[in-house]
C-alpha cells in the first residue's frame, strides 16, 4: 500500500515507501528507506587438516543483475580477478533441496605458498537480492567433510519475511 506525500517544492504527490523488515539471527527490524543490509553470516565448523572449516553466507542487495546467471557471473569474474592461482574446478547448475534454482562452482586457490584452499560456493538469486554460500576445504577435507557441508549449504532457504513491509 502506496501513501502519498506532497513535495513542497513541486506541486506534485510522492509515494511514501513503508520501511521494510529486515530479519536476523532470531530478531527483526524496522529498516527505513534509503538503508541497505551488507550482512554477512558465519558458521563455523571443525579444525581439520590446517583449516577452520566454515560456512559463509553473504547477501548482496542493489544488483545490477536481473538473472541467477548474471549474478553467477558477476561473483566468478570477481574470483577470477581477486584470488591468487585461481582454478575453476567445477561449474553447474543446481537446486537447492527445496527446488530453488541455484548456481555452483567448486574452486582452489592459493592465499600462501605452503597451502592451497578448496572452496564451494552456490549462487542463489531472489527478488533482486543475491545470496553466496561459501565454505572452505583442504583438498583432504573436500574428499571426508565435503557432502556434510554440501549438504548444510543446500539446506538454504529464503524466507518471505525479508520482504515483509510494516
Not at 502506496?2 to 515507501?17: R, S, W
Not at 527505513?32 to 566454515?54: I, Y
Not at 542493489?62 to 591468487?84: G, P, R
Not at 565454505?135 to 574428499?143: L, V
Request: glycine share 6%; net charge positive; aromatic share 10%.
Amino acid at each position: 500500500m502506496l501513501f502519498m506525500k506532497k513535495n513542497k517544492d513541486k506541486e506534485v504527490e510522492e509515494p511514501i515507501k513503508k520501511p521494510t523488515i529486515y530479519q536476523g539471527n532470531g530478531f527483526t527490524i524496522q529498516r527505513p528507506e534509503g538503508w541497505k543490509q551488507n550482512t554477512v553470516h558465519l558458521l563455523l565448523g571443525p579444525v581439520k587438516d590446517k583449516v577452520q572449516h566454515n560456512i559463509i553466507v553473504t547477501v548482496d542487495e542493489d544488483l545490477d543483475c536481473k538473472l541467477l546467471s548474471d549474478y553467477a557471473e558477476m561473483q566468478v569474474t570477481t574470483l577470477e580477478q581477486q584470488l591468487i592461482g585461481y582454478r575453476l574446478l567445477k561449474r553447474e547448475n543446481i537446486s537447492l533441496i527445496d527446488g530453488t534454482p541455484a548456481h555452483k562452482i567448486i574452486f582452489r586457490w592459493d592465499p600462501t605458498d605452503q597451502f592451497p584452499i578448496y572452496q564451494e560456493q552456490i549462487f542463489v538469486f531472489i527478488n533482486g537480492i543475491g545470496y553466496k554460500i561459501t565454505a572452505s576445504f583442504s583438498k583432504k577435507t573436500r574428499k571426508t567433510l565435503g557432502k556434510e557441508i554440501e549438504g548444510i549449504m543446500l539446506s538454504f532457504r529464503f524466507s518471505e519475511l525479508n520482504n515483509l513491509v510494516i
